[in-house]
């Protein structure tokens, strides 16, 4: 068996999110369904996270085995055939047979998109989070970076269905920038992980700093262990990109 890795790129709006769920339509979903058709048997592909419903990619990596002897060149050709239009593969490479893209992975780096001109131009509306309101920009600006280093990110995290192992909820967060470009609002974080809906989750408390509802303080606060905040608010998915995984 070899072991494949793949880079893969994706419109999110009209899955249900990265991992298989019986009935709809998903991003692994869509990549096992092509390549048990190609092996002529199932094929698991495992991802480097689990993006949510309406989440876009630009460099996703995923890996799995496969015993078809195919060239990684026509591989990556063969896959986007067939592959939904909204999926592309931009790169495949052979891997060591232990590679794990969700396990190996040392960083990864999202990025949220803030329209904030008056009208959202029809071509834009799938991939940015429209808000033409009143924001202290300012302020939610000079939050961003207090995110940075290692904290208890239970706050900014939905419930999963994994909570029950117990696993921690400290991540360390390498960079965390808010920036205005042209009409844009951009939040962009590097971490060594992330949980569920956290990154939405931290975009939505930075809109809550913009409107006045919160402070600088109260973000810190979130970060305190056993703080027992709940989290939220949460932002809208369509704005949210997985730009690159690290290893």
């Known amino acids: 068996m070899r072991r494949i890795r793949i880079t893969v790129s994706y419109d999110g709006t009209d899955f249900h999110g990265w991992q298989v769920q019986p009935g709809l339509a998903t991003i692994q979903g869509a990549l096992e369904t092509v390549l048990g058709e190609m092996e002529g048997a199932p094929v698991h592909v495992e991802g480097s996270g689990r993006t949510d419903a309406g989440v876009h990619a630009l460099a996703q990596v995923a890996a799995f085995s496969l015993a078809n002897p195919i060239p990684v060149p026509n591989l990556r050709k063969a896959m986007n055939r067939v ?5 592309r593969v931009l790169d495949v490479a052979e891997a060591a047979e232990n590679f794990h893209p969700r396990f190996g992975a040392v960083a990864k780096t999202y990025e949220y998109r803030i329209l904030r001109a008056e009208v959202c131009p029809p071509f834009d509306r799938r991939y940015v989070h429209h808000h033409p309101y009143p924001l202290e920009e ?8 207090l995110l940075e280093g290692e904290h208890d990110f239970s706050a900014f995290a939905a419930s999963d269905e994994r909570d ?9 967060i390498f960079s965390s920038t808010l920036e205005r470009c042209g009409d844009r609002l951009i939040y962009r974080v590097r971490g060594s992980g992330f949980l569920k809906h956290m990154v939405r989750n931290i975009v939505g408390v930075l809109f809550e700093i913009g409107k006045g509802n919160l402070s600088a303080d109260d973000l810190l606060a979130r970060l305190r262990p056993a703080c027992g905040i709940a989290a939220g608010p949460t932002a809208p998915a369509r704005g949210l990109f997985l730009i690159s995984v690290e290893y």
């Open 83 to 87: 592959l939904p239009r909204d999926i």
């Open 138 to 145: 300012a302020a939610m600006i000079a939050a961003a970076p």
């Open 164 to 172: 029950e192992l117990g696993h921690s909820k400290v991540r360390r």
